[in-house]
């Protein structure tokens, strides 16, 4: 079955750029989608699709991919950004979620 | 507003069954793709399976695959997960999950409404 890996944990100065990758084979045929989940609550949808922001999204989140790879990144991260990141993905008839990445904020 | 309810959770013994019910409100519940998504303590988050706007289609992960039924009654907005054969690997906060891939967010695949989650623990 297919796997998309994601490193566990980063950290981020408050204010600097940070980029969570993750990788797998399906992502070669689909885009990915991204979820912030804070403790206690239900995940949301920050990117989907090439790059594009659900409304309410700030715009300081922005997606890319190539290949194999998607990444997820924020520029000039905020305290409230702390919180697990997961990148979902179709492949074929089924779906996968990344290993999630933790985000510290400094 | 746009809302997604579970309900039916709780705990229940290996082997047993339990049905959980995802109530839905503020859209055409009709037209979209729904998916349940589960989450065991600590733990990443899980896709358990997806069942087109009609019905018509239903995929599962592997991983319950013979043992838990999705299903949905379009004329009550409900969507259902029975599932069947528990395991203490079954123990997780389950969510429901609205599919965008044929309204906003088309045509990309991505889930744009969450419910709060049902919690589920199996265990005797």
């Known amino acids: 079955s297919s796997e998309l890996t994601q490193d566990p944990a980063v950290s981020v100065a408050l204010g600097q750029t940070v980029r969570i990758t993750c990788q797998g084979d399906?992502?070669?045929?689909?885009?990915a989608s991204w979820y912030q989940q804070k403790p206690g609550q239900a995940p949301v949808l920050v990117i989907y699709?090439?790059?594009n922001r659900p409304s309410g999204i700030p715009d300081r989140f922005s997606g890319s991919s190539s290949g194999n790879t998607a990444s997820l990144t924020i520029t000039g991260a905020q305290a409230e950004d702390e919180a697990d990141y997961y990148c979902?993905?179709?492949?074929?008839?089924?779906?996968?979620f990344g290993t999630g990445t933790k985000v510290t904020v400094l | 507003q746009v809302q997604l309810v579970e309900s039916g959770g709780g705990v229940v013994q290996p082997g047993r069954s339990l049905r959980l019910s995802c109530a839905a409100s503020?859209?055409?519940?009709?037209?979209?793709?729904m998916h349940w998504v589960r989450q065991a303590p600590g733990k990443g988050l899980e896709w358990v399976a997806v069942?087109?706007?009609?019905?018509?289609?239903?995929y599962y992960a592997d991983s319950v695959k013979g043992r838990f039924t999705i299903s949905r009654d379009n004329s009550k907005n409900t969507l259902y997960l029975q599932m069947n054969s528990l395991r203490a690997e079954d123990t997780a906060v389950y969510y429901c999950?609205?599919?965008?891939?044929?309204?906003?967010?088309?045509?990309?695949?991505?889930?744009?409404?969450w419910g709060q989650g049902t919690m589920v623990t199996v265990s005797s």
């Open positions: 999950a609205r599919d965008c891939s044929g309204g906003s967010c088309y045509p990309h695949d991505a889930f744009d409404i």
């Open positions: 503020g859209f055409t519940f009709s037209s979209y793709g």
């Open positions: 069942i087109w706007y009609d019905g018509s289609n239903k």
């Open positions: 399906s992502l070669r045929s689909y885009y």
């Open positions: 699709g090439k790059n």
């Open positions: 979902n993905s179709r492949d074929s008839r089924v779906y996968v």
